[in-house]
T-cell receptor
């Protein structure tokens, strides 16, 4: 079962406009959500995160919104730049039973293309 | 502060063989996790090590095993390789149960022929 879903495999946006990437999850036990960006031939790079007790977190051009009742989060990038073109993964954190450790459940990713 | 490094970057193995992948954690991080990323999919959690002990496992068979060493570096071993094991294997290090992100290495691309 896919606990973290990103239903849009790809998204194209004009430079300077807003990019909105969406993510849905099914497990209420997730306590922390993250967005990672991945360029070809590189590992995922952390972008921004949000705790489940918040509904918004902002860092420069990047804002993540969390709607816990809908089990939905979104990443807003504004303004979008050509260098933002990458695959974006939504991830949700599960703590291990003894809380000494965490693992992340990833969505399948959305490929963002920002057109100049 | 050094990042997470993995070796080798690419590897080709034959079905039935065994493989060992290596990972050096980010300085100060005591938790290492391994992920498998098949083509077109997100990373899938294999297992995690904390203080040299396995501390959480995903839905992978026992032929996937690992080790963590006192310096927090880690190995992923896969026995009896199958064609479907072809994937990018990612190592991630993090602090214990902290509200912090996991830092990923660049991955090892394993091809099983």
């Amino acid at each position: 079962d896919q606990q973290v879903k990103q239903n849009s495999p790809s998204l194209s946006v004009q430079e300077g406009r807003i990019s909105i990437l969406n993510c849905d999850y099914t497990n209420s036990m997730f306590d922390y959500f993250l967005w990672y960006k991945k360029y070809p031939a590189e590992g995922p790079t952390f972008l921004i995160s949000i705790s489940s007790i918040k509904d918004k977190n902002e860092d420069g051009r990047f804002t993540v919104f969390l709607n816990k009742s809908a089990k939905h989060l979104s990443l807003h990038i504004v303004p979008s730049q050509p260098g933002d073109s990458a695959v974006y993964f939504c991830a949700a954190r599960k703590l291990s039973r003894d809380n000494y450790g965490q693992n992340f459940v990833f969505g399948p990713g959305t490929r963002l293309s920002v057109l100049p | 502060e050094t990042g997470v490094t993995q070796s080798p970057t690419h590897l080709i193995k034959t079905r039935g063989q065994q493989v060992t992948l290596r990972c050096s954690s980010q300085s100060g991080h005591n938790t290492v996790s391994w992920y498998q990323q098949a083509l077109g999919q997100g990373p899938q959690f294999i297992f995690q090590y904390y203080r040299e002990e396995e501390n959480g496992r995903g839905n992978f068979p026992p032929r996937f095993s690992g080790l963590q060493f006192p310096n927090y570096s880690s190995e992923l071993n896969v026995n009896a390789l199958e064609l479907d094991d072809s994937a990018l294997y990612l190592c991630a290090s993090s602090l214990v149960a902290s509200n912090t992100e996991a830092f990923f290495g660049q991955g090892t691309r394993l091809t099983v022929v």
